[in-house]
């Protein structure tokens, strides 16, 4: 088991930056695919960016040289730093780990099963 809570939401203006966090707990073995996916009202679940143990990462093409995912050396905190924000980034963030198959974030945008948080809203206005 694997227990996800996410941090850092809010409410900003287009062009600022945001930092989530996503706090793990409850699995002891950290060799496996962490991430952020988003999802908006209406809109398709889109992986954001997942990162491997051995610190590879992916990124969606919609927040490549924005967006940077990183983690700490215990894997317990997961990081997004987020910069330069635009509306169409405003959306329920949720962390996410242990879905099956590679560390990409487009197997994340599909994946159906694997851990996630309550996720924390991210909403840009221009």
């Known amino acids: 088991q694997v227990q996800l809570v996410e941090s850092g939401g809010g409410s900003v203006q287009s062009g600022d930056s945001l930092r989530l966090s996503c706090a793990s707990s409850?699995?002891?073995?950290?060799?496996?695919?962490m991430g952020w996916f988003r999802q908006a009202p209406g809109k398709e679940r889109e992986g954001v960016a997942a990162i491997a143990s051995d610190g590879r990462a992916s990124y969606a093409d919609s927040v490549k040289g924005r967006f940077t995912i990183s983690q700490t050396d215990t894997r317990k905190t997961l990081y997004l730093q987020m910069n330069n924000l635009k509306p169409d980034d405003t959306a329920m963030y949720y962390c996410a780990a242990r879905w099956p198959g590679p560390c990409t974030v487009g197997v994340l945008t599909t994946a159906r099963s694997g851990y996630w948080g309550q996720g924390t809203q991210v909403t840009v206005s221009s």
């Open positions: 409850g699995d002891p073995y950290s060799s496996y695919c």
